[in-house]
């Protein structure tokens, strides 16, 4: 956190506002923010299209075997 707000003093000029009233300094903040974000993202290398499906757990093949329901969250992609 330290240092995201460091980036925003420091790189940004976070300190200074270059408008009056409290709304208006809001705004230049939240605009602020939203740039940086933008820049952030842009650095990022692209995601994957499709998530690598795991292989089910040892506990997972027991029920599956038993044909016992599991919930949901414990189903693998491929099922």
């Not at 460091?6 to 208006?24: D, L, S, T, V």
């Not at 300094?25 to 993202?41: F, P, S």
Request: charged residues 25%.
């Amino acid at each position: 956190m330290e240092g995201t707000l460091n980036e925003f003093a420091h790189g940004h000029g976070i300190r200074r506002c270059r408008y009056r009233g409290q709304g208006k300094a809001h705004i230049q903040h939240v605009l602020t923010a939203i740039a940086v974000n933008i820049e952030r993202l842009s650095g990022l290398p692209p995601a994957e299209e499709t998530p690598t499906s795991r292989r089910p757990t040892a506990f997972q093949r027991y029920l599956d075997q038993r044909e016992i329901p599991r919930p949901k969250s414990w189903r693998t992609l491929g099922t």
